[in-house]
């Protein structure tokens, strides 16, 4: 499916460099700046947007979003800008992602990736971004359910890539995402099922 020509060194550089951006923890950053508890001593124990909104309010909340989208966006766009295959292209997303979820810096313990996840589909391409998050506005808007939310416009996703590029490989790959993400979900979507899930 995938060739290992496609590999380069300066593209193993990016991915490797992706993760360990990846494992910085917006949340821990903001919060810490701000002078606030770490978030993951309080509330769902989650180092992400949601939690630090809960716990916070909107400005550290917000800043944590900018943060960990940006973790995503920036290697993309610099693989991009480098010329990379696609192929090495989604995995330097992959990385990003993945440092979220298990950070190096933070004893492999980290978020549950959406911001990310959507930092990644930006960085790929606009259009593709700006589906997955319309989508996730728009059943946030509806339903107020910041976890289902982010399911659906993650489930989207690997659609939403499949129209607008057609590239394979991020197909693939985004769709591994997104298993990850759904795991990564399953107290949330537990309490959605039995309507115990917390509006934002």
């Known amino acids: 499916m995938f060739e290992i020509t496609e590999f380069s060194s ?17 949340a821990i950053v903001v919060c810490q700046l701000m002078g606030l508890e770490d978030p993951r001593k309080d509330g769902s124990g989650n180092p992400g947007a949601t939690n630090v909104k809960r716990l916070y309010g909107n400005k550290p909340a917000a800043l944590t979003l900018v943060g960990d989208m940006l973790k995503g966006v920036l290697p ?25 979820l298990y950070p190096v810096f933070f004893g492999f313990k980290g978020g549950k990736g959406v911001a990310t996840m959507l930092g990644v589909m930006f960085g790929l391409s606009l259009p593709i971004g700006l589906a997955v998050a319309g989508t996730w506005l728009f059943v946030a808007k509806v339903l107020k359910i910041s976890s289902l939310s982010a399911l659906v416009a993650t489930a989207l996703a690997p659609v939403y890539i499949y129209f607008l590029s057609g590239e394979m490989s991020w197909v693939w790959l985004t769709s591994v995402m997104t298993v990850i993400l759904f795991w990564r979900h ?11 899930e917390k509006s934002v």
């Open 76 to 100: 993309v766009v610099l693989a991009h800008y480098l010329g990379l295959s696609a192929l090495e292209v989604i995995l330097v997303g992959f990385a990003a992602f993945i440092g979220h």
């Open 186 to 196: 399953k107290s949330n979507i537990q309490r959605i099922l039995k309507g115990e």
């Open 10 to 26: 300066i593209g193993l550089t990016v991915i490797v460099g992706a993760y360990l951006l990846g494992s910085i923890s917006a």
